[in-house]
């Protein structure tokens, strides 16, 4: 079997395997260069995971290297399993991670809940793809809850690079420029108008943060807040020994069962913001449905769920991460998606582009000189990452509210979520609503309206136009 048999109008061909549609490269899709060559750079993102890892955890740079790396072949999962998804971190979460396993002294006892909290998460995801109930877990908590756990997600991601001691105190004017060029380059106006009016521009803006990552190779040294790279060639040399000897339980042994109960709110809260990320999935992937009428492009949640429930879950016990196993990678998938939309001549099938991206991505993290390049600026590139998801955060949440009601009761729930974490949130959220709602509490507001002022109602549909 080829990719090009395939019949017009038809899914890309695959190897029926149960739930899952087994698809390989050269064999059931054709192998997309571009998208391929724009992995080898992107991998400079992954790689930031290492940083967090190095300021939660205390792990040596070799040691995150293996995690990222792990992470990275796990990530072919997808589409090799028929998710048509390009990957990635649950990003809006990791403040929420960070300060759950912050609770726990480092050593040891950080590393157990950090394992309890990742293996919770992937059996919770795997159970809710198996029985199909995902979507009505997230219906059943009140919007004004889910609201404020998004918004603070959104102020942790912020806080947490501005907070002292922070990376901004480490990089300030690198992450200042760079923020400033990320942010225009991603939600600017006048950039958009520029994307639509020349090929050059778009292109640039489809790299997603990746520009603003270059810039701080070159911003970094000259004022003097890192060293210049010092490129090196041959392949990367992740330490696999000690990461399975001293983080996971092999070396260390099964965590006790209070680690899995400490984790239960944490890992529910985590669950929203996840199943957000599921929704947004199929939003992107119903834009390309009307252009590309030549593929079926079949995307089911519960087939997502199962495999990212089983990314967490291995990685919980190989290599266990802070950034977690998410069902995808926004940025790169709208780049994705634009250029699918272009035809058959740009991209002949969509797992061909998602498949050849991340095959990129998993061969620059083993390329020395790609990882030497970037390796200096690896805390800017986390803090460029958060504080765009910190953006877009906010953004979301506040739309969650349905009105001024809901939106006062997400703020002081995201206020406690980045203070006191998430069991204290989700109590003063339930509390609140009891309050305010009475009978209604589960339901809250009826009507999905967002107040904007005293007596003026406003649709969610305008607030997104506008």
Not at 360 to 370: A, D, F, H, K
Not at 416 to 427: D, E, H, N, P, R
């Amino acid at each position: 079997m080829k990719w090009k048999q395939r019949k017009e109008g038809a899914e890309a061909p695959y190897i029926p395997a149960g739930p899952f549609k087994l698809r390989l490269p050269f064999l059931h899709y054709r192998f997309e260069w571009p998208d391929y060559v724009q992995g080898l750079f992107m991998c400079a993102v992954d790689l930031g995971a290492i940083t967090l890892l190095a300021d939660h955890l205390g792990m040596p740079f070799e040691v995150g290297l293996a995690i990222v790396i792990l992470n990275g072949f796990m990530y072919l999962l997808h589409h090799l399993l028929g998710d048509p998804v390009i990957p990635g971190w649950i990003t809006p979460a990791i403040p929420l991670i960070v300060l759950f396993v912050e609770q726990f002294p480092e050593g040891p006892e950080r590393i157990y809940a950090l394992i309890a909290f990742q293996m919770s998460l992937g059996i919770l995801s795997i159970l809710l793809g198996v029985t199909g109930l995902a979507k009505k877990v997230v219906n059943f908590v009140p919007n004004a809850i889910k609201s404020g756990i998004i918004l603070g997600a959104g102020i942790g991601a912020i806080t947490s690079i501005f907070e002292k001691g922070g990376k901004f105190d480490v990089f300030p004017y690198t992450i200042a420029i760079c923020i400033g060029f990320c942010f225009y380059l991603v939600f600017s106006k006048h950039f958009e108008a520029l994307k639509v009016k020349g090929k050059g521009w778009a292109l640039i803006g489809n790299l997603g943060i990746l520009p603003a990552i270059l810039l701080a190779v070159f911003v970094a040294p000259l004022f003097g807040e890192a060293k210049w790279p010092d490129i090196q060639w041959g392949f990367s040399k992740p330490d696999f020994a000690a990461l399975w000897s001293q983080y996971t339980i092999f070396g260390l042994g099964f965590p006790n069962w209070s680690y899995f109960l400490t984790a239960i709110p944490a890992v529910f809260a985590t669950y929203l913001v996840v199943f957000g990320d599921v929704l947004k999935t199929k939003a992107l992937l119903s834009e390309s449905d009307t252009v590309r009428a030549d593929e079926k492009v079949d995307y089911n949640a519960d087939r997502a769920h199962m495999i990212f429930g089983g990314r967490n879950f291995i990685m919980s016990l190989i290599g266990p991460d802070i950034t977690m196993c998410g069902p995808l990678w926004a940025a790169m998938q709208v780049v994705v998606v634009e250029r699918f939309k272009k035809g058959k001549k740009a991209m002949n099938s969509f797992f061909g582009g998602a498949g050849s991206f991340r095959w990129g991505t998993n061969t620059g993290l083993l390329l020395l000189p790609i990882v030497s390049l970037v390796q200096p600026i690896l805390g800017v590139a986390v803090a460029l990452t958060l504080l765009v998801q910190g953006y877009v955060s906010v953004r979301i949440g506040v739309m969650q509210a349905r009105s001024q009601r809901d939106l006062g009761i997400a703020g002081v729930v995201g206020a406690v979520l980045v203070i006191k974490g998430a069991s204290m949130a989700f109590a003063a959220g339930i509390l609140l609503c009891v309050l305010l709602y009475g009978k209604d509490w589960l339901r809250g507001e009826k009507e999905k309206l967002f107040a904007a002022n005293e007596g003026e109602k406003v649709s969610l549909k305008e607030e997104k136009a506008s």
